[in-house]
């Protein structure tokens, strides 16, 4: 592991944290809670992550956080992140979770939000490591159960920074959600989505002008239209790559084909992140570490990427300064 990339200061803006799940608390949480899983033990678990595509990986990602029962469960999730995190040095967090995948197995909201976040709290009081939560849409579900998800979430308002949209992206284009996003915009939300992972660069405008939404996860998908690049670069819209997730899901075939350096010479405000880092081989260090090992990044262009990451967060300017 390079020193630069060690001792560097990061920022994460891509995280979700049901991903964050190694094999090894999967069976843990399991043996804790009475449930028997399909996997004989923690390596054959870890030997089905050899994905096709998203859906593949999306099937395994909703089978694994079936052990989430309790709040401790939560806590302990979240806080195995923060602990990992913290050692790489990364200062700040943005972190998705899916409250739909919890609340239809008859996980109450405020088992999640809470577990989640008194973890959080902790690793500000500890380390002040700081942090944002961001509730994300199930796109493949449907409008009515977001905005019903969104009717759940009332209580947590005060706990949660931005709204999100994640899961099988084709099929599920940002207009199926233009209005749920127009009602969490006038609740105060922050708003991203996730568009231009698998999905065409079509979905990435549709997210800016339909959802109205201020940051892209993935986008990489912008590099197909020239005319979007270009808005994006001259908008500075955050886009929040996560180049191992785009590698093991198959977005590319390899890492040196990976767009990244290409975004970043055509001015775009690109982000270094490490999406479901238990499923995915790496967390932050190692996301940026196979953009130097594999696509040839310097540590100028790396540190430029961190720099954006701290534009891009939800951070005040005082706290932002503070960061670095
Ligand atoms: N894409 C879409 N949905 C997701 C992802 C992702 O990379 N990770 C968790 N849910
Ligand atoms: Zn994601």
């Given at each position: 592991m390079?020193?630069?990339i060690e001792q560097l200061p990061k920022v994460e803006l891509h995280l979700h944290i049901e991903g964050t799940l190694e094999p090894e608390m999967v069976?843990?949480?399991?043996?804790?809670?009475?449930?028997?899983?399909d996997y004989a033990d923690e390596s054959a678990l870890r030997a089905a992550y050899d994905f096709r595509d998203l859906q593949s990986f999306l099937d395994l990602y909703y089978?694994?956080?079936?052990?989430?029962?309790?709040?401790?469960?939560?806590?302990?999730?979240?806080w195995a992140y923060l602990?990992?995190?913290?050692?790489?040095?990364v200062r700040h967090t943005e972190i998705f979770f899916d409250p739909q995948a919890h609340t239809d197995r008859g996980i109450p909201l405020a088992v999640v939000v809470g577990g989640i976040h008194r973890a959080l709290e902790q690793a500000q009081r500890q380390w002040g490591l700081?942090?944002?939560?961001?509730?994300?849409?199930?796109r493949h579900l449907s409008e009515e159960a977001a905005f019903d998800t969104l009717r759940q979430a009332e209580p947590f308002r005060h706990l949660l920074a931005g709204i999100g949209l994640d899961s099988s992206e084709r099929g599920n284009p940002p207009a199926k959600f233009s209005r749920v996003y127009a009602l969490a915009r006038e609740q105060g939300y922050r708003l991203v989505a996730h568009a231009g992972e698998e999905g065409p660069?079509?979905?990435?405008?549709?997210?800016?002008?339909?959802?109205?939404?201020?940051?892209?996860?993935?986008?990489?998908?912008?590099t197909q239209d020239p005319a979007l690049m270009r808005r994006l670069a001259r908008e500075r819209i955050p886009l929040t790559?996560?180049?191992?997730?785009?590698?093991?899901?198959r977005v590319v075939q390899d890492m040196a084909d990976h767009p990244m350096l290409t975004l970043l010479a055509e001015g775009l405000c690109v982000t270094v992140n490490s999406d479901d880092p238990a499923y995915f081989g790496g967390y932050m260090n190692a996301n940026?570490?196979?953009?130097q090992d594999g696509l040839g990044a310097s540590d100028g262009e790396l540190l430029q990427m961190a720099l954006n990451s701290v534009e891009a967060c939800w951070l005040s300017p005082e706290e932002k300064a503070a960061l670095v």
């Open positions: 390079s020193a630069f069976f843990a949480l399991a043996r804790r809670n009475g449930i028997t899983l089978l694994g956080m079936q052990v989430l029962r309790t709040e401790q469960d939560y806590f302990d999730m979240t602990e990992r995190v913290h050692r790489e040095r700081s942090s944002r939560l961001i509730m994300s849409f199930l660069a079509s979905y990435i405008s549709d997210a800016l002008d339909l959802l109205r939404v201020e940051r892209i996860d993935h986008g990489v998908a912008a790559v996560c180049p191992l997730s785009n590698l093991r899901l940026y570490q196979a953009l």
